[in-house]
């Protein structure tokens, strides 16, 4: 299947692009310009590149910009375009679906002389607390359901159908180091439980180590490697399961004096999985069950579904787009980001408005033609935006500063706009921006999107100010190679500080003094420039949003490394 190419077999028209308005040359902006021309001019930034956008929505004026018409890599801003994706072509209100289906209905003893058809609809919250009415016990809501029916005896299979998605598991360029992790689980159409299973290694006494796997449907095998290892060879705990096997090897050992570790990892099998939940939630309810568990995945088809013997028991309800979403932006779920691409693709692929002159085999390449389509009438051209799946997972991906800012402002017009701007991360309060850009100043807000991949780090959203202009930015660094210390642990500051002291230089732009030098961005004074006499920038009039930088130099007097 990896082996599946693209072909592109017709060129595609190409709109204009998007008028932006020039940069204004008012002293707030040129000021704003200094800072940030001189922060990222820093020594360290030398071998990375930066890419920044800032707009004012109200006018689409830019207040600054960076190498914002060249391509980065966007990491999870990317869900940025596939939430805006799916919310304009399913609606917030959309749901996906999880349903029984029996091939034939119980004879008069209650026997079920056929099959169960479990049908996955790309529900990615199915077995879990993210909101949906049955959460955690979906699988004996069925069960109950099918005892209502009058069934009291199973003599057939149970059919894990796991065909609705068209493609491999996983999305393009996802990489096989990756597909061991949580934050790379399986994506299909039956998923339970975001397809991630609980490791616990803990001390048996003073012996290590046992090993217990939940949930046991997950139906992993371990093979128990451990030692207990000594004060002179203090061995490290490794967990291994090679791609495509279902067994798990634990070796080496935990360190003296902790008693157990827990770690969550991919499942090997989802769509199993939540067949064995099933199972075993008939053998709760009292239903008998004979036959054995079969799974069902593309390019296999489901012919049962067509037979009119097949009668629907239950169907359980995801919860709506718009509370998915929330999810994903909050915790930057690659599972629901790339789940809601297919889901778009398989409404794309069904909606007969055309195949952007591709041989579309999967449903990613459906979900990827509808956010070309899309993104072309928004007018950001093909050139600004690449995308191979839909979570950023994938280094494939490139997306330039201003087409982010586009989006932006074209989000901020669209009905549904609140909805994912409520949805994204608040700074200091949820989310992945929890513990980031705590104390803005007094009425500033801001709501973005976070990524983060090796030697990536981007950061894209909203900043609402307390005089009433709302902003849209971008702020992408790629290529970068962090500062370490002798021992090996990062040095600060860390990427995340880099760009959240930029969005503080952008809260601060409209009380920053104007600058001393020669109107325009490339005429910073050079009496305040990072890169050569730091310290001449933190005056007793520094604004607030300078202070962990000159907080740095009093305490090195080398600034920020």
Not at 127 to 146: K, M, P, S, V, Y
Request: with cysteine; glycine share 10%; charged share 15%.
């Amino acid at each position: 299947m990896l082996s599946l190419a693209l072909l592109a077999v017709r060129a595609q028209a190409r709109p204009a692009p998007a008028t932006r308005a020039p940069v204004a040359a008012s002293s707030a902006t040129t000021t704003l310009a200094a800072r940030i021309d001189a922060f990222i001019a820093q020594p360290r930034f030398a071998s990375a590149r930066w890419g920044i956008d800032v707009i004012n929505l109200a006018d689409g004026k830019t207040l600054y910009d960076h190498d914002a018409d060249k391509l980065f890599v966007p990491a999870s801003n990317a869900k940025l375009y596939t939430t805006a994706l799916a919310l304009h072509l399913l609606g917030p209100e959309a749901r996906f679906s999880t349903t029984l289906y029996a091939t034939d209905r119980p004879d008069g003893h209650g026997v079920l002389q056929g099959d169960l058809i479990l049908r996955g609809g790309g529900d990615p919250a199915l077995g879990t607390d993210t909101g949906a009415a049955d959460g955690l016990d979906w699988a004996d809501t069925l069960a109950a359901r099918l005892a209502a029916a009058g069934v009291v005896r199973v003599n057939g299979d149970l059919i894990a159908d796991d065909t609705m998605f068209r493609g491999p598991p996983f999305g393009t360029g996802w990489g096989a180091e990756d597909l061991f992790a949580d934050y790379a689980p399986a994506v299909g159409a039956l998923t339970t439980g975001e397809g991630t299973l609980r490791v616990t290694v803990s001390r048996q006494g003073t012996r290590c180590c046992t090993i217990d796997v939940q949930p046991a449907s997950a139906g992993v095998r371990v093979d128990n490697l451990s030692v207990n290892a000594t004060p002179d060879d203090p061995s490290s705990l490794l967990l291994y399961r090679p791609l495509g096997h279902d067994t798990l090897y634990v070796s080496g050992s935990l360190p003296q004096g902790v008693r157990a570790r827990s770690y969550t990892l991919a499942a090997p099998d989802p769509a199993r999985m939540a067949g064995q939940q099933l199972i075993d939630a008939l053998a709760r309810t009292g239903i008998g069950f004979s036959g054995r568990l079969r799974v069902l995945r593309w390019p296999q088809t489901d012919a049962t579904l067509d037979d009119p013997h097949t009668v629907r028991i239950a169907t359980l309800q995801s919860p709506p787009l718009a509370q998915l979403v929330r999810h994903m932006l909050k915790y930057s779920d690659n599972l629901y980001a790339q789940t809601l691409l297919l889901q778009a693709g398989l409404m794309w692929q069904h909606s007969g408005q055309g195949s952007c002159g591709w041989v579309l085999h999967w449903t990613e390449q459906w979900g990827l033609c509808a956010m070309r389509t899309l993104l072309g009438q928004i007018g950001i051209n093909r050139e600004a935006v690449h995308f191979s799946e839909g979570s950023g997972l994938s280094r494939q991906d490139m997306v330039s500063p201003r087409a982010t800012t586009t989006l932006l402002a074209w989000i901020a017009r669209q009905p549904w706009a609140t909805t994912l701007s409520d949805a994204l991360p608040h700074a200091g309060k949820n989310g992945t921006l929890t513990w980031r850009l705590k104390n803005l100043p007094d009425g500033d807000s801001v709501q973005a999107k976070t990524g983060t991949l090796a030697h990536m780090y981007t950061l894209s959203g909203y900043l609402d100010a307390g005089d009433g202009k709302r902003l849209a930015f971008a702020l992408m660094l790629n290529n970068y190679q962090r500062p370490i210390e002798p021992n090996g642990d990062w040095a600060p500051p860390f990427p995340t500080d880099d760009l959240d002291s930029i969005v503080r230089l952008i809260a601060a732009r409209a009380d920053a003094p104007a600058s001393t030098g020669t109107a325009g961005r490339t005429s910073t004074s050079a009496s305040c420039r990072w890169t050569n006499s730091p310290a001449a920038c933190c005056t007793p009039r520094t604004s607030s949003s300078m202070t962990a930088l000159c907080s740095s130099v009093r305490r090195t007097g080398t600034g920020a490394r």
